[in-house]
Every structure is written in C-alpha cells, then in structure tokens.
C-alpha cells in the first residue's frame, strides 16, 4: 500500500477518473474576466452586515485598517487556492482538495469546519437580511415589534427580545425552493453582481458629501484596557469579524483551469478584485463611520443606518432594496452549498445515506436540504450576529490554514505533477498565509475559541464512530487488502 493508502487519501487521479471531475474547459478567460469575477464573488454580505458592528464594539473607525489586514491575508491565502483548483480542476471545495492531498482524516475536519461557514454564515445573512427587511417595512408604515426581530435576550424599548422571526421566514422560504430545484441562472446573478456593485458605489458616492469628519477622531480609539476593545487589539479583533467580507474570494480560485495564461492571469484576477475589493470596503468604512457616531453602529443593518443619515428617501429606499436582494442571493448560494458538501460527504460515506438521498421528482438533497434548513433557522431565529459572525470568520480561516499547509505537502509529495498555476515563492506564501489567518483568529475573544474548540471535538467523535468505519475509501482499501 502507497503512503496515500495509509493516509487514507485519495489520489488525484482517482479524483478525476471518478465522475466528480469535469470535461476540459475553453481557455477563455483574462485577467480582466477573473478579476471581475472575484469583485462580483466577494461584494456580498458581510460589507452589508458585520461592519457596523466591528466599528462599534472593536474598531471604532480603525475598522478601515480591519479591512486592509484582512485583504492582505486573503492575498496569501488566495494564491494558494489558485494552485490547488488548477491542480485539481474538479466541482467541489477545499474539502476536495484536502482529501486528495491531506488525506480523509484532514478532509473530514475541513469538511466540518466548512459547516461554520456555509450553515454559520447563511444564518448571519438572514439576521443581517432582517434588520434590513425590518428598517424598510418601517419605511412604509409596517412596525414588525423589535422582541419578534432579534435574537433572545437582546435589550429593546420595554424589555428583552424573544426570537428573530424575519430570519426564520427567509430561510424556511430559500430552503423550500432549493428542496423543488430552484437555481440561479446566470444571468440572474449577473444582475444580483450588478445591484450589489451599484449599491455600494452609490453609497459611497452620495454619502461622502454628508460625512463629519468629526466623527473619525480619533481614527483608532483608546483601548479601554480589555484585549480587543479599541486600540490596535481592536483593529485586530476587528479584522477577524469583517474576514467574513472577503469570504467568496476562493470562488475565483476555480477559474484557474478555464485562464488563457494562468501562471499570469490568476495573480492578476486574485490580487487585483482583492485589491479593489478591499478599497471599496475602507471608502465604505469610511464613509459609514463617517455619517454615525461609531458607538451608534452596532445593529444588524449599518448601511440603512447610514442612509438614514444621509435623508434622502428615495436614495434610502434604493439601497435598502438592494441590500436585501443581494442578501438573499447569499442566502440561497450558502444553503445551497452546505447540501451539496453534505451530499460529497455521504457519497464518500462519511456522513449517513441520508445526507444523499435524492428526491425522485426535483432530483435535489431535500431530506438534507430540509434539515440543513431547520437547523440554519433555528440558530438564525436565537443566536445574536456578532457572535455569528466570529463563528464564521475563525472555522473560514481555519479551513484557509488547511488549503496553505496542503500546497506545502503536495509540493514534496508530488513534485511532478502538472500545475498550471504555481504559487510563487514556496513555502514562503503559504506559510505567510498561515500566519495571516493564526494573526486574525487570535485577534477573536478566547469564546469564539472555545466554541470551535467543541466543535471540533464533535466533529472528531462523529469521524471516529461513524465516518472512518463507513469511509467508501477504507473499505476499498481494506478489500484490497484481504485475499
């Protein structure tokens, strides 16, 4: 038996010769095509969502240097999910790549770590999509009572709140039409990329004319003798928290087998969307902080708070509208992947047949899909978005370590191979990727350590007493093996 056998790991070839690879694809993307995919793919939520929170309870207006910390480990990072999508072309995730480098055992800890990401983070979505659902209705004379939208035991006029009953509903109704089979054209994202663009633009454009200077001094407030709160702690903590912004940058890492020159191209599109990425979130940060008293941002909706400010109606309802239909989309893409890993899983028999099952008719994961929902809305309707969005962000980096450290082995392991997409300077880039993600977890509160922590030791008790002894890999190696 090979050292992959004895790691169990599966090889890339296996991969690829097993169904869950793809036909060669056109060389027919640029720079220019990549890097606008990766803005469309890393606009999204947590600009529209976890910035004001950041900025209240950590950064104050430093939070603009929260983002530029965070787009800088994202560069690192991102490079190497450039090689490991090149070197394995397949439709599938960092889980994928894991299992065909690191071995089941490690794919199995980025597999249930991913559920932090995709599950955590459409229930962050779906509480930010409520604020923002519930600051429009209010709009137009519809009052939803503040204990009905927020989570349990958040302070409201008159007493605490009792669940959030918008996130519920959004998520029961996304999962209901991902059960039936509803996709996304691509057209149709195309114009969900464009409202989100169009959104955050506008916002800064029109907003910068109402900013109080007054309002960025100073720029980095005093720590207030808490590691964390304020000062250059805070900037950290901060970044660690709006991390969740940059999440969708490794989408354009599978545009790596479909790149015209990808050892050229795929540093371009990466580094170039971060960088535009990560200078529209400052000139929002910016703007934001700019238009509301930093302390006065910690609500789920930041963006409709700041247009408020602002006081033009029309322009208050365009961006509200917009931030609720790009949410939703969010929504949808994240519900829908957590099935499809779960479907990856159990087809590798590592989670139970259930998570597999196909409907006759839709010819979707619904029983997966339907639980994936309950759970998602279940925590959406209870748990608070700041603690979300920590949960988020540390699982989403710690997955990113387990992509840089893979380039590393797989550079030793199998030197030979054909990579279309080298990551310059090995091992120097990975293990500065590495460090930028150990940096922004450690900037996040010893709770948001400890809730990973059991986590993790769930995830390796469901491994050890169930996945490794239904592992489809193992049992062909253990048939191997017998006579």
Request: charged residues 10%.
């Amino acid at each position: 038996m090979d050292s992959s056998g004895l790691m169990g790991r599966k090889s890339v070839d296996d991969i690829l010769e097993s169904g869950e690879g793809e036909q060669q694809l056109s060389k027919s993307l640029g720079a220019l095509s990549i890097t606008a995919m990766g803005i469309g793919a890393i606009i999204g939520a947590g600009i529209f969502v976890l910035t004001g929170t950041a900025a209240a309870q950590y950064a104050g207006p430093g939070i603009m240097l929260s983002f530029v910390l965070g787009g800088i480990a994202c560069a690192f990072v991102g490079l190497c999910y450039s090689e490991m999508a090149a070197l394995i072309p397949v439709a599938g995730s960092s889980y994928t790549y894991t299992y065909a480098t690191l071995g089941e055992f490690f794919a199995w800890l980025i597999g249930w770590d991913l559920i932090l990401e995709y599950a955590m983070g459409a229930a962050t979505v779906a509480v930010g999509w409520s604020g923002y659902v519930t600051s429009l209705l209010k709009d137009v004379g519809i009052v939803i009572p503040a204990r009905f939208a927020h989570a349990p035991g958040t302070p409201i006029e008159g007493g605490t709140a009792l669940f959030n009953l918008p996130a519920v509903v959004i998520v029961a109704l996304i999962t209901i039409l991902l059960m039936r089979g509803t996709k996304e054209s691509a057209r149709f994202n195309n114009i969900m990329v464009a409202v989100k663009l169009t959104v955050v633009v506008a916002f800064i454009a029109l907003g910068w004319g109402h900013v109080d200077t007054a309002h960025w001094s100073p720029l980095i407030p005093p720590n207030d003798g808490t590691f964390g709160h304020y000062g250059y702690s805070g900037i950290l903590r901060g970044a660690g928290v709006v991390f969740f912004a940059f999440i969708g940058f490794d989408a354009v890492s599978t545009a790596a087998q479909e790149a015209r020159k990808p050892q050229k191209d795929m540093p371009i599109g990466i580094l170039g969307s971060l960088a535009v990425c990560t200078i529209l979130y400052v000139l929002v940060a910016a703007v934001l902080t700019g238009l509301v008293p930093y302390k006065d941002l910690n609500v789920p909706d930041p963006i409709a708070k700041g247009v408020d400010v602002i006081g033009i109606g029309w322009f208050a309802l365009l961006i509200k509208l917009g931030a609720i239909t790009g949410l939703t989309t969010v929504i949808l893409v994240l519900l829908y992947g957590q099935s499809r890993i779960f479907f990856t899983m159990a087809n590798d028999g590592l989670l139970p047949k259930l998570f597999s099952q196909v409907h006759p008719t839709y010819q979707t994961p619904y029983r997966s899909q339907a639980l994936i929902g309950i759970l998602v809305a279940l925590v959406a309707a209870l748990v608070p978005i700041n603690i979300l969005g920590e949960m988020v962000s540390i699982g989403t980096l710690a997955a990113f370590i387990l992509v840089c450290g893979a380039v590393i082995y797989l550079r030793r392991t199998d030197r030979h191979m054909k990579r279309p997409f080298r990551v310059p300077a090995v091992p120097v880039v990975p293990i500065l990727g590495i460090l930028f993600c150990l940096l922004l977890m450690a900037g996040l509160p010893l709770d948001t350590w400890l809730r990973l922590v059991i986590w993790m030791a769930i995830g390796l008790v469901v491994y050890f007493f169930y996945g490794r002894r239904h592992s489809v890999l193992r049992r062909k190696e253990r048939n191997a093996v017998t006579p």
